[in-house]
């Protein structure tokens, strides 16, 4: 139990940050534990934040982005390129997700970068979803 207070402490002064200090953050974590953002975000972490700043679960506001199918080989390539391009990945890890299919692009996204890049794999022809 004193963890979740710890985390919730923490998650109170993250929410004063601003959003280039938050940046700065999370790079310097990634460099840390040697983890990039696509890897940690395909991780099955889900603590609960029991802090005062509480969203309207009505309205939800950060989106996440799943690969759910690659209709035929021809298309793996194009898409590796796009997720490259979007989640600022190495190579690897851009083919491990393709791989992965179904599975997770980003998350954390506002609504319209959220559409933006399902626009984006819908013109290449890959079916991606909004969740």
């Known amino acids: 139990m004193e963890i ?15 959003l280039k200090d938050s940046r700065k953050i999370i790079l310097l974590v990634e460099k840390c534990i040697e983890i990039t953002t696509v890897e940690a975000t395909t991780l099955d972490l889900s603590i609960e934040y029991s802090g005062d700043k509480k969203i309207d679960s009505e309205e939800k506001v950060l989106f996440d982005l799943f690969l759910e199918e690659i209709p035929d080989a021809s298309k793996k390539m194009k898409t590796v390129v796009l997720i490259r391009e979007i989640t600022k990945s190495e190579l690897k890890i851009a083919k491990t997700v393709v791989e992965k299919a179904p599975t997770l692009i980003k998350s954390g996204l506002n609504k319209q970068e959220a559409e933006d890049f399902k626009k984006r794999f819908d013109v290449i022809g890959v079916k991606v979803e909004i969740k």
Do not use: R
Not at 4 to 18: A, G, P, R, T
């Open 4 to 18: 979740i207070l710890k985390v919730n402490n923490i998650f109170d002064k993250l929410f004063d940050l601003s």
